[in-house]
């Protein structure tokens, strides 16, 4: 089950950040001191690395089994799209008084499948409670770390030509 719930997971992560990358750009030009403007370029390089990143550590996790890098990697991510739901998407939603992008497949798809699937890896022994006490926190963090770096190389090597993206 747990190998099941990788792979849906993976796909909850391609249909959030692909809901992302369409509006988010757009929103975040609106969004005041919630979210900083960012163009539809750099976003979407991003997410597309998340989402490249996701698959890949369901990759290892299915191929690794149990009590593995690619287990923890994993349960880590998930960890991370857990939080998400909440941070921002319901978050912001909730204090603009206006839906933010992403909100929906948030509470739909990665609610529901991440909570699973790390209920489903502490059940399989895919991964350790005490072990995922301090790899889980340092994944999340990782990631957290990664975006802005993202953004940056998006910027870089997909510079957007035009301000119609990037709203200020």
Request: aromatic share 10%; no cysteine.
């Amino acid at each position: 089950m747990f190998i099941i719930l990788t792979w849906l997971f993976v796909a909850a992560v391609v249909v959030h950040n692909l809901e992302e990358a369409l509006l988010l750009p757009a929103w975040s030009g609106q969004a005041g001191r919630w979210h900083s403007p960012v163009g539809a370029r750099e976003f979407r390089f991003a997410v597309s690395m998340l989402t490249l990143l996701a698959g890949t550590t369901a990759v290892l996790a299915s191929v690794q089994g149990r009590g593995s890098l690619g287990a923890y990697l994993l349960s880590g991510y998930a960890l991370a799209m857990l939080l998400n739901v909440v941070f921002p998407h319901l978050l912001v939603t909730l204090a603009m008084r206006r839906y933010m992008p992403g909100t929906a497949t948030a509470v739909a798809l990665n609610l529901p499948v991440t909570a699973a699937l790390l209920r489903q890896a502490f059940r399989e022994e895919y991964i350790a409670p005490m072990r995922f006490a301090w790899a889980g926190p340092a994944v999340v963090m990782a990631i957290m770390l990664s975006i802005p770096a993202l953004f940056y190389l998006g910027r870089k090597l997909w510079p957007d030509t035009g301000k119609a993206s990037r709203r200020t």
